[in-house]
């Protein structure tokens, strides 16, 4: 038998190459949250950001108001956790008729431990036209207390 042993590491830290949508300037973005340290832009430019954080603890939304509706191919996100171990959840909906109807496309759960697994990559293939709204719910950690929610990348093709 052959095998090989594969890191958590070998998945996707960095989108793949393509022409991801310039959320800035065909969306708005509604958040319930946020830390004016860690603004939800710092999540749309890509690597080499701080992300953007929540500004309570608890359940946080994002959502992408598209300014006209769009066809939604793929949405990649990226999470970092480095200090503390917790399970967060988080579900992403989409929406064709101004969030009038919210369809959900994923629900995930990520256990996050400082040593072990301190990132989770998603990368979600929607191939959905007349997309109005993204929403990312998030839950930092669904055995209550005080953790943040946050966000290191979001792009969308």
Not at 23 to 43: C, F, G, K, R
Not at 70 to 96: C, G, N
Not at 111 to 116: G, L, T
Request: aromatic share 6%; glycine share 6%; no cysteine.
């Amino acid at each position: 038998m052959r095998k090989r042993i594969i890191s958590n590491r070998s998945r996707s830290q960095a989108p793949d190459e393509g022409d991801w949508l310039d959320l800035e300037q065909i969306a708005e973005a509604e958040i319930t949250s946020e830390d004016p340290s860690y603004p939800i832009e710092n999540a749309l430019i890509g690597p080499g950001s701080s992300g953007w954080r929540a500004a309570d603890a608890g359940e946080q939304t994002i959502r992408l108001v598209f300014l006209a509706p769009r066809r939604v191919e793929k949405v990649w996100l990226r999470f970092v956790e480095a200090d503390r171990e917790r399970t967060q959840q988080f579900v992403l909906r989409w929406s064709p008729d101004d969030g009038k109807t919210m369809n959900e496309a994923v629900r995930q759960q990520w256990n996050f431990h400082p040593r072990e697994a301190r990132e989770e990559v998603e990368e979600i293939h929607l191939g959905i036209a007349g997309v109005t709204q993204l929403e990312l719910v998030i839950i930092p950690d669904i055995s209550g207390g005080d953790a943040r929610a946050s966000l290191a990348e979001l792009r969308v093709r």
